[in-house]
């Protein structure tokens, strides 16, 4: 149980610390090109520790049909980028954390309507724990205006998170029988294309650049570097690590832990967190141990 653990809490690290990282490499190159170093290079690293680790001759599972992985690879990455980060662009950043704290409950909605999976009701209690706990932690009542406005980037978000939660459900149901380092790579590689042909189509539309130049320093290297392996290769590795042994549900209650890994990073650079955000990350937190105990007798048991 302390391993699937460990592998979230690193997910939500990397995916957490990717949003600054990323604005930092933004300042001088367009998000596209970033997009395709980021996916690329995490994909190549990906491959090539999968060549090592299973060689041919040491794979297991049944032969998948290849329209199957593009399908995946499209909900994994290829659609879910792009329609993640428009989302984030054209939205209220208090709103998109509210969404991203219901997760679980699209989770739940995705496996009851797409694979009939039963709906946890013990999982409730977490869930409205979680989505409490993620509104207080990104609330600031010194904001003027209406911190809840809704900017019409939202539905987009709530779109990227049926993607995501149905290929970490479709990937270990389709895939029985892979590993997880094969499930990540196999699926990830048309994605990864899908990012490629976007960049291409940007590039020429004029909204990007085929000439992007080279890196300022060390610094926008050890960034590609953290946000590819990090984010994608490591992370999307332990992600269906955690889904197949916590469940989809227990693993998207993770995701509330983002905010809280923002202010820990704020709080380590000098800004101290105020009582509202140390409540939400009490409540989250509390929902998290909630879930983990309603559903280890289950786990026993299997």
């Known amino acids: 149980m302390l391993r699937p653990n460990l592998a979230l809490l690193f997910v939500i690290l990397a995916w957490a610390t990717n949003i600054p990282a990323t604005a930092v490499l933004m300042e001088h190159w367009d998000f596209w090109f970033v997009s395709v170093l980021r996916f690329g290079i995490g994909y190549i690293t990906l491959w090539l520790v999968f060549q090592w680790r299973e060689p041919a001759v040491r794979r297991t599972g049944a032969p998948v049909e290849t329209w199957r992985l593009w399908v995946l690879g499209a909900a994994g990455a290829g659609l879910f980028g792009p329609l993640y980060n428009a989302g984030i662009d054209t939205s209220n950043p208090i709103m998109v954390a509210i969404i991203?704290?219901?997760s679980p409950a699209v989770a739940a909605l995705v496996g009851r309507v797409c694979?009939?999976?039963?709906?946890?009701?013990?999982?409730?209690?977490?869930?409205?724990?979680?989505?409490?706990?993620c509104i207080l932690a990104t609330w600031d009542p010194a904001n003027?205006?209406?911190?809840?406005a809704v900017r019409g980037g939202e539905p987009l978000i709530l779109v990227s998170m049926f993607l995501w939660s149905w290929y970490s459900l479709a990937a270990q149901r389709w895939l029985t029988g892979w590993s997880q380092l094969r499930i990540t790579t196999a699926t990830l590689g048309p994605g990864v294309a899908m990012i490629i042909a976007f960049y291409l189509l940007a590039a020429l539309l004029g909204l990007s650049s085929f000439s992007p130049g080279p890196p300022r320093g060390a610094l926008d290297v050890g960034l590609v570097l953290w946000i590819a392996v990090g984010g994608i290769t490591l992370?999307?590795?332990?992600?269906?690590?955690g889904v197949q042994r916590l469940g989809l549900v227990v693993a998207a209650l993770f995701l509330n832990l983002m905010p809280i890994v923002t202010i820990l990073v704020l709080a380590l650079m000098g800004q101290l967190p105020t009582?509202?955000?140390?409540?939400?990350?009490?409540?989250?937190?509390?929902?998290?141990?909630q879930a983990q105990l309603r559903s280890l007798p289950a786990r026993r048991a299997a």
């Open 275 to 289: 009582w509202l955000q140390l409540a939400g990350t009490a409540l989250v937190v509390l929902g998290l141990l």
């Open 115 to 133: 694979f009939g999976y039963p709906i946890e009701r013990r999982m409730f209690p977490a869930i409205a724990l979680a989505v409490l706990g």
């Open 144 to 148: 003027a205006g209406n911190p809840f």
């Open 235 to 241: 992370a999307m590795l332990f992600w269906n690590f």
């Open 100 to 102: 991203n704290a219901t």
